[in-house]
């Protein structure tokens, strides 16, 4: 008997999955019995909770922005599960800093954006995608079905103060699901973005990152936690749970959702710019 997903036997290949949101959605498809190929530049496997009904799992160490790396792991996929049925690209990264750092007082700018900052953020958030969805996306051609879920921003539809690179990558997320649904659609291939906004944290959420962050904001790192806890911008007062956003995944992969194709879930307790 199978579940109300009925992702049993499904092979999913989740980017970014060794932490925060890519392995609570790895773990949701593992306890749902679908395959999980967890894909991240940590040479380190995560541990998962793997019990008698889950699907099996397989970890690669990739770089998304190397097309080789992708080949050789979507190869190896095919080799061990003959087939592949979703793509989740969540690998992601987000290095704050200002278009012009007036805070430093016209000193040396601490936090301002440089070229490097630019590129390796466009990078990875965005030529990785393309990379992963392009090679993954062949085969799902091959076959006439398939789906990818790019794992977007709520700052990609609202912007993001000392954070502007990466939420214009996030709203670029946005607008390649658009086109590429108009572009696969037909193929029988749905592509599908999710926007997470406030999350609980996570070990992403490092001391160097909110130290930036709060920089940019004109705030200290205790106001900028106080923010968080606070929510007061979310109309439901919490932040969201990381199995929120991968249960909302899971019901995207599935037939459940065959008619979604296009648009960009916004999973952010009601904060909207109003």
């Not at 190896?76 to 805070?103: C, E, Q």
């Not at 700052?155 to 946005?174: D, F, R």
């Not at 406030?198 to 070990?203: K, N, P, R, S």
Request: hydrophobic letters at 35%; glycine letters at 10%; a positive charge.
């Amino acid at each position: 008997m199978t579940s109300w997903l009925n992702l049993e036997g499904k092979t999913a290949i989740i980017t970014g999955g060794a932490s925060g949101i890519g392995k609570a959605i790895a773990q949701a498809y593992l306890d749902n019995g679908a395959n999980a190929i967890v894909c991240d530049i940590n040479k380190k496997e995560p541990e998962f909770d793997i019990k008698k009904s889950s699907g099996k799992l397989s970890y690669f160490t990739i770089d998304i922005t190397d097309k080789k790396s992708i080949e050789d792991m979507v190869s190896a996929t095919k080799k061990t599960f003959g087939s592949i049925n979703i793509l989740v690209n969540n690998a992601g990264i987000n290095i704050p800093g200002l278009l012009i750092d007036y805070r430093s007082g016209g000193n040396s700018p601490m936090y301002e954006i440089t070229e490097s900052i630019f590129d390796k953020i466009i990078n990875i958030n965005l030529k990785g995608l393309f990379f992963c969805s392009q090679i993954v996306g062949r085969e799902f051609v091959k076959s006439k079905k398939g789906i990818i879920i790019n794992i977007s921003s709520e700052s990609g539809l609202e912007g993001s103060e000392g954070q502007s690179i990466y939420a214009a990558t996030k709203n670029a997320v946005n607008s390649l699901t658009r086109s590429w649904a108009k572009e696969l659609g037909r193929m029988g291939v749905r592509v599908i973005a999710v926007a997470p906004g406030i999350l609980e944290a996570t070990g992403l959420r490092t001391p160097e990152y909110e130290t930036a962050l709060a920089y940019t904001r004109g705030i200290t790192v205790v106001q900028l936690r106080d923010g968080y806890r606070r929510t007061s911008t979310t109309p439901l007062g919490r932040c969201g749970k990381l199995s929120e956003v991968a249960d909302l995944v899971c019901y995207l992969s599935s037939n459940r959702a065959s008619y979604i194709h296009g648009v960009t879930y916004n999973i952010a307790g009601g904060k909207t710019r109003g």
